[in-house]
């Protein structure tokens, strides 16, 4: 078995060309470095150019800037975000951060929480912090296959970006620092603390192609309460509208189907009549609050964040036979949410016999109420004459209580640095709970296309831990910085685990420096992949959600989930080729062993239908399925397989003066990422001969996600007139469709190339006006595999509807046109 930390050629031969064109770019430019030099410095914009900013994220150490950084920070200023022309943060970050991937498009309730992931890990392996503190996760669960499936992170759209100074990245391994989950990285997101003026923002928007209108209204005030304190509020609403990119329901213009129902011909939108793939729609409400208050010598601190969304999708159309006497068109089901958010901190801080303390808790709550309208229950219909047309599907919900105590001291030991200690404790308590849904949501296969809840899915599940770690840093000798961190943590349910990181860079001259990183880190599953149960249907086949660790599950040889284990190595260089030009280039190795993944559906033994294994877990579980499905599975959370990501990213930010022309900052960022399924877990006897990863999952892990993205950036200021140009390249990506899981269809996206401009003018010291677009030319990724499409018209499938594969990098909506009008006092 190779040494971890013998990447192959090929990452090493990427590392180099990259650091080439890098350099070249540099050298292009270096003959108007001269000038540049001598004027000042332009504002940082984009991506990689805040390097002189003075970070808390990665090291313990203070008064540390990003650009001597011994781990790849990316610093993200609130003009970066704003400039994005996206009101919500996954999607503005998404737009800076090559190597850092939004979902466009979710099944079911993922549709109306949208998650991202980092360095091709599940969204589950990146901490979340606000202003250094844990913030709390989702409570909706990301159930159904595709790269984003098992998704329970943190919700970064309940984080206003008008509340936002600026993010820290820290895109390493860092569990040993922060939490053992933390194996991708950390996102740091620091909020305003001015305590003084504010802005009002709006911003609206649309599809060119139809769809998402988008209204987007926010203010941030600060004040002084006292001459020693800061309070800083931030308030945010936003409207999102459907969009809709289904192609021709074949059911709805099927000869046969228009001979036994001709009321075909009214459906809503014929013959679009399923809407299922777009946008869903929501309206969300934000408020945040950052303050707090010097007492001489001991400051108080509090941060607050409030959120309520409201939110629907459309879900597969229904054929008037289904209750023809409610619905003699048919009818198209949409799943409702209605969530609520909020999250509070108070903590203090001070010096006590030299050494810098901070004391916290934080709590955090998210609830998900789930419900279905303009549906039935056929069974409640039949049975009794009557169905409700709207249901309560159940509630999710998700809780977090953190109190942690931290500490500081720098010994002066005769190195050339003092040497920084740091050590803390902390306590954590996670709550997951499923509340049942409405009794006629749950009678017999329950309401259509999203059945309630049953009382063998409801549940509330606790957990604790406890974790101390200890961060050494210092600099030996000039030029050498070292970094060395330990944590211990104990799991109430999964035991104990031990990780460690070691950090160093060297800079051998001021204009070059190596540093590198390894370190291992322990998952955890969370709470929501240990706990969820429940039913997905469609109008021709049904899947029964396991919890992984429930008597059902155990039928099928499932016994519970074990924590995921992971090892991390990179080797990175920091480049000053002319002055104010810097290039950052960092190769990464992340294995991680006993991944947890969804498997998709299992019809069982032979992958028959009426598996007994399959149909006992079924009948176990306490589930009675809808008998006009013509298939039924089961799928559960499993550790299904070890995973090795292996990549490069490299950052370029350059700044230039022309003069009466004005200055740019220059930006250049690129993503080299492979996924490699290296073992799959055999599954249980049960299942036989089905696999707990088919080939569609496989390649969801290794081939969904861009191998390649870059951003090219240009920031253009002269006078009151700024231009930003932003062109980003995504590499080709590909997925495989099914039918009964027994065919499998290849749809490939090509590389795609999307260009983002916008344009502002300051019309008076107060008053900015903007307008620009993402995805300026129109772009739509490849088509979903023809082959696929035309089996699925045969069959009369509902994935006939689908265009777009969606899996793809630029959503599947085309391109997005926007104004914004800013006011700052």
């Given at each position: 078995m190779k040494h971890p930390m013998q990447l192959n050629k090929r990452l090493?031969?990427?590392?180099?060309?990259?650091?080439?064109?890098?350099?070249?770019?540099?050298?292009?430019?270096?003959?108007?470095?001269?000038?540049?030099?001598?004027?000042?410095?332009?504002?940082?914009?984009?991506?990689?150019?805040?390097?002189?900013?003075?970070?808390?994220?990665?090291?313990?150490?203070?008064?540390?800037?990003?650009v001597d950084s011994a781990s790849p920070i990316q610093v993200l200023d609130s003009g970066s975000l704003e400039r994005t022309g996206q009101p919500d943060l996954i999607q503005a970050l998404a737009q800076n951060l090559p190597s850092f991937t939004a979902q466009a498009f979710g099944g079911d309730t993922a549709n109306m929480t949208l998650s991202a992931r980092l360095r091709g890990l599940s969204p589950n392996n990146t901490l979340v912090l606000v202003n250094g503190k844990r913030r709390h996760t989702t409570a909706n669960l990301a159930v159904l296959a595709g790269p984003f499936q098992g998704g329970a992170a943190t919700d970064l759209n309940f984080i206003p970006v008008a509340a936002i100074d600026h993010i820290e990245v820290l895109q390493d391994g860092a569990a040993a620092q922060y939490g053992t989950d933390a194996i991708a990285g950390v996102i740091n997101i620091i909020l305003k603390k001015d305590n003084s003026g504010g802005s009002l923002t709006g911003t609206g928007g649309r599809y060119i192609d139809e769809g998402g209108k988008t209204g987007d209204a926010a203010f941030n005030i600060g004040f002084e309460p006292t001459a020693s304190s800061y309070l800083n509020l931030t308030g945010e609403t936003k409207y999102h509208g459907h969009s809709m990119r289904s192609d021709i329901d074949p059911r709805v213009v099927s000869a046969a189907n228009l001979a036994t129902m001709p009321t075909l011909t009214q459906a809503d939108g014929y013959p679009y009549a399923n809407k299922i793939s777009g946008d869903a729609a929501y309206h969300l409400n934000l408020l945040s609050l950052n303050g707090g208050i010097d007492l001489g010598g001991t400051e108080l601190y509090t941060i607050a964040t409030y959120g309520k969304k409201t939110a629907d999708s459309f879900q597969n159309y229904r054929v008037p036979n289904r209750i023809p006497r409610m619905y003699p068109n048919g009818f198209n089901p949409k799943q409702t949410l209605d969530e609520t958010d909020y999250g509070f901190t108070g903590g203090a801080k001070g010096e006590l016999a030299g050494w810098n303390w901070d004391l916290s808790t934080t709590y955090g709550r998210d609830e998900a109420e789930i419900g279905v309208k303009n549906s039935g229950n056929i069974s409640l219909f039949n049975d009794t004459g009557a169905s409700p047309t709207e249901f309560h599907a159940g509630t999710f919900t998700a809780k977090q209580w953190t109190t942690s105590l931290e500490v500081n001291h720098d010994f002066a030991i005769g190195?050339?640095?003092?040497?920084?200690?740091?050590?803390?404790?902390?306590?954590?308590?996670?709550?997951?709970?499923i509340g049942a849904g409405d009794a006629a949501s749950r009678y017999k296969e329950g309401s259509?296309?999203?059945?309630?809840?049953?009382?063998?899915?409801?549940?509330?599940?606790?957990?604790?831990?406890?974790?101390?770690?200890?961060?050494?840093?210092?600099?030996?000798?000039?030029?050498l910085k070292l970094d060395v961190a330990a944590r211990f943590e104990d799991y109430s349910d999964f035991g104990s685990a031990r990780v460690g990181k070691f950090t160093g860079r060297y800079d051998f001259t001021p204009a070059f420096a190596l540093r590198g990183t390894v370190s291992n880190g322990f998952r955890a599953p969370t709470m929501a992949e240990q706990y969820y149960s429940a039913t997905n249907v469609s109008p021709t086949q049904a899947s029964v959600q396991l919890a992984p660790n429930s008597p059902a599950a155990a039928l099928v040889g499932i016994n519970g989930l074990k924590p995921e284990k992971s090892q991390n190595y990179s080797l990175g260089m920091v480049f000053h080729p002319v002055p104010k030009a810097t290039v950052t280039v960092d190769a990464y190795s992340i294995s991680i062993h006993d991944r947890i993944v969804g498997s998709g559906t299992l019809f069982g033994s032979g992958n028959t239908v009426n598996s007994p294994a399959v149909v006992a877990a079924i009948r176990a579980n306490g589930n009675i399925l809808d008998p006009t499905v013509t298939r039924t599975g089961i799928s559960v959370f499993s550790n299904a397989a070890n995973t090795r990501n292996k990549g490069i990213e490299a950052v370029l930010s350059y700044a230039s003066n022309f003069g009466d022309l004005g200055r740019v900052d220059w930006s250049a960022a690129a993503n080299y990422n492979k996924v490699t399924v290296t073992k799959v877990n055999q599954a249980p006897a049960q299942l036989l001969p089905q696999r707990l990863l088919d080939q569609s999952a496989i390649a969801s892990l290794e081939n969904s996600s861009p191998k390649v993205r870059v951003n090219l950036g240009g920031l253009w200021k002269k006078g009151d007139w700024t231009v930003n140009l932003r062109e980003s390249i995504y590499g080709p990506s590909s997925g495989?469709?099914?039918?009964?899981?027994?065919?499998?269809?290849?749809?490939?996206?090509?590389?795609?190339?999307?260009?983002?401009?916008?344009?502002?003018?300051?019309?008076?010291?107060?008053v900015t006006v903007s307008a620009g677009a993402n995805n300026l030319f129109n772009k739509y990724p490849d088509k979903v595999n023809r082959e696929y499409v035309a089996a699925a018209r045969a069959a009369l499938n509902t994935a006939a509807v689908t265009q777009y594969p969606s899996f793809s990098p630029i959503g599947i909506n085309g391109g997005y046109y926007y104004a914004r009008v800013g006011f700052t006092f």
């Open positions: 090493l031969t990427q590392a180099v060309m990259l650091a080439l064109y890098a350099g070249t770019a540099v050298n292009v430019m270096a003959a108007e470095a001269d000038t540049a030099a001598a004027a000042p410095a332009a504002a940082p914009a984009s991506v990689g150019d805040n390097i002189e900013a003075v970070i808390v994220t990665g090291t313990r150490r203070s008064g540390l800037k990003a190195w050339a640095s003092p040497l920084s200690v740091a050590g803390g404790v902390e306590y954590r308590r996670d709550g997951y709970e259509q296309s999203y059945p309630g809840f049953s009382l063998t899915d409801a549940g509330s599940h606790s957990r604790n831990n406890k974790s101390i770690y200890v961060d050494v840093a210092g600099s030996p000798i000039a030029n495989y469709s099914s039918l009964n899981n027994v065919n499998y269809f290849e749809t490939k996206i090509d590389t795609l190339f999307t260009t983002d401009l916008e344009v502002s003018y300051r019309v008076t010291k107060a």
